[in-house]
Each structure stands twice: as C-alpha cells, then as structure tokens.
C-alpha cells in the first residue's frame, strides 16, 4: 500500500487529492495536509482587499470537497526530512510518506523595500487582505474627525496583475466609501516602475485598461521606481532620478 502526502489544500493540492482519489489503488492512503481548514480562492483576494467580496464568499470548509478516501490533517508543515521520506508539523506528530506534494502556495514578495515590511500591508491569504479593507474603512471613516488628507489617500504598489486587479475593484469601492462617509475624494494612486501597466498585454489592450482606470479616477504613475516606504508615504524616483512621494 502506498502512502501518499500533499502538503497544502490550494488549488494545486486539493486538485491532486481529487484526481488522486479517482487514479489510485482502492488501498492507497492519501493524507492531505493543511495548516487552516479552509480552502481559499486566493485569485479572488483583490476583491476582500478591497471590500467588494466578504472572506466567507471565498473561501470554503475543505472536508466538504475531498472524496471519503482522502484523509484532511489539519497541521501546519515546519521541516522535510526528503532522506528518510519523513514531514516535521509544529502542530502535529511527524508523517512519513512514500510520495510527497508540496503544495505550500506563495509568499508575498517585497523584494527587500526598504520600509515594507513595517509600514506596508502586505496581499498573501484571507486575514492579510481582510486587513487591507479594514485599514481603508477604518482611515476613511475616521477622516471626518482628522481632516487628514492621508486618511483619504490609497496608493497601489505595482501595476502588474494583482495590482491592477485590485485597481478595479477599488474604482467601487471608493465610491461606496465616500457616499457612506460623506467625505471628500478618495484618491487612489498605482506606482509603477515600468513605463506601461500591464506590460505583458498588448499595447493596445493596455492601453484599454489605463483608459478604463484613468476615467475612473485612478492616478497611474509609470516610470516611478519605488525608492523606500516610509510611515504614511511611498518614496519614489521618477526617470530624471528626482525623488517624490506619495502620501
Ligand atoms: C489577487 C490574486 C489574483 C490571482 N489571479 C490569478 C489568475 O487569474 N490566474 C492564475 O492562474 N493565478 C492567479 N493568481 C495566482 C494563484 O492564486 C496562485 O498561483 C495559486 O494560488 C497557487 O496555488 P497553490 O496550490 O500552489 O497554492 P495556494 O493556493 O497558495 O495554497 C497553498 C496552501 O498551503 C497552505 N500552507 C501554506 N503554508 C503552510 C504550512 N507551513 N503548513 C501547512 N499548510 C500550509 C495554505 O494554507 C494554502 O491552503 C492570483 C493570485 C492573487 C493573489
């Protein structure tokens, strides 16, 4: 009898788990592992970010989808022992397999920016990007009392897929906000080091996007090269060299 472990309930293990089930001798053991319960629809996290989709929209219980001859550990992995075919839990017993998929998903990259980890959100799961919305409702609710324009100031860093993703869904988002909170405009700017957004369409479908987005009230800079981020504002260059921020 084989053992078979997938590490991770994302797309990919959860998709091996079910193909798996279907392919396999009726004696192999499928042990699929994850660290929450919850399977997230991580290509629909622009839409929490910005408020538009509710956490519970995205996300379901994994045990309601695998076949009854996959077995859901709940365990977060910490260590591989690829020598002795052996998985190390912070949570758990150890698992020893014949065959492993790791399927551990990404990690939000912020390519060491000086000043990103502390005063920037990161989008990487559900509770990082429930944080995003929170944090505009919260400064945009609390603009009333401020009357700081900072609190009325979104900036996007990155125009490549998820960035601009998360563009389009802020375009109703700051419409709902400033009707709800009777506030001034919510402005929202893209940084972008490139020179066009979405670099990997053609031009002419680019171009379709900036316009959609611009019309929309968007602020795109391209060209701007991120230099740090600091409390409350993007330091950027733009093509002479010439620093600028973002508040
Ligand atoms: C906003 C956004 C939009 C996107 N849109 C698209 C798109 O349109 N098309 C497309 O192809 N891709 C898109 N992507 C990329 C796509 O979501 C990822 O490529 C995909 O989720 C990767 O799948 P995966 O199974 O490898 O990992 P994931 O879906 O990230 O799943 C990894 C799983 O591993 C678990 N895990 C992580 N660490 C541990 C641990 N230590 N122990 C136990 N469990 C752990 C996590 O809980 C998670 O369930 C988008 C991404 C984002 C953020």
């Known amino acids: 009898m084989a053992h078979i472990l997938i590490l991770g309930a994302g797309y990919g293990g959860l998709k091996a788990a079910r193909d798996l089930a279907k392919t396999t001798p009726a004696d192999t053991q499928i042990d699929l592992v994850d660290k ?28 309601d989808v695998i076949p009854s001859n996959v077995n859901f550990i709940q365990a977060t992995v910490s260590k591989f022992d690829l020598e002795n075919k052996k998985v190390s839990f912070s949570d758990h017993d150890d698992i020893e397999y014949d065959y492993v998929i790791v399927a551990l998903g990404f990690r939000s990259e912020d390519f060491g920016l000086e000043g990103a980890d502390e005063h920037a959100l990161i989008l990487q799961d559900l509770d990082t990007a429930t944080e995003i919305y929170k944090t505009i409702n919260k400064n945009v609710a609390n603009y009333k009392t401020s009357q700081d324009p900072k609190d009325l100031s979104i900036a996007v860093c990155g125009a490549g897929f998820t960035g601009i993703e998360v563009l389009g869904e802020l375009v109703d988002t700051v419409k709902i906000l400033k009707a709800k909170y009777g506030v001034p405009e919510i402005k929202v700017t893209c940084l972008e080091m490139a020179t066009r957004i979405l670099p990997m369409f053609d031009e002419e479908l680019s171009n379709y996007a900036v316009s959609y987005l611009e019309k929309n009230g968007i602020k795109l800079l391209t060209g701007a090269k991120i230099a740090k981020i600091e409390d409350g504002a993007v330091v950027y260059k733009d093509a002479e060299d010439a620093e600028h921020k973002v508040e």
């Open 36 to 63: 929450n319960v919850l399977h997230v629809e991580k290509t629909a996290l622009h839409m929490v970010a910005a408020g538009t989709a509710k956490p519970e929209s995205v996300s379901f219980d994994v045990r």
